[in-house]
């Protein structure tokens, strides 16, 4: 079964930036960021949606950039001007692609998580 393995996690201070690296064992072209924070409820970040389309959260969005090395199949996370409010557990998640509808399915593969902590 495909594998995928979080790496990057890390303690900043707001302002900063990190980057979130996600391992994958076997290509996967349908590929995203997600995040829970306690208390809430897990949430896209960023995602590979078709090719040439990529997707934010609206609060994600200027400041997050997903990306994706196709040789190494690792899915990228940089993380600039970061807040407190990002601060939660960042999951890599991978999904797959449905020839007929031409779109990615419902995420069905999931790392174990990387912890981002942002302080004020």
């Known amino acids: 079964q495909m594998k995928l393995a979080e790496s990057g996690g890390d303690s900043v201070q707001a302002g900063g930036s990190l980057r979130l690296s996600c391992t994958a064992s076997?290509?996967?072209?349908?590929m995203g960021w997600f995040r829970q924070a306690p208390g809430k409820e897990r949430e896209m970040v960023a995602a590979?949606?078709?090719?040439?389309?990529?997707k934010y959260a609206e609060s994600a969005q200027g400041r997050f950039t997903i990306s994706k090395d196709g040789v190494t199949n690792t899915l990228y996370l940089q993380m600039n001007t970061l807040r407190p409010e990002d601060t939660a557990m960042y999951y890599c998640?991978?999904?797959?692609?449905?020839?007929?509808?031409?779109?990615?399915?419902?995420?069905?593969?999931w790392g174990r998580g990387a912890q981002v902590t942002v302080s004020s």
């Open positions: 590979l949606d078709r090719p040439g389309i990529t």
């Open positions: 998640a991978a999904a797959p692609w449905s020839i007929s509808r031409r779109s990615c399915e419902s995420y069905n593969l």
């Open positions: 076997e290509y996967r072209y349908c």
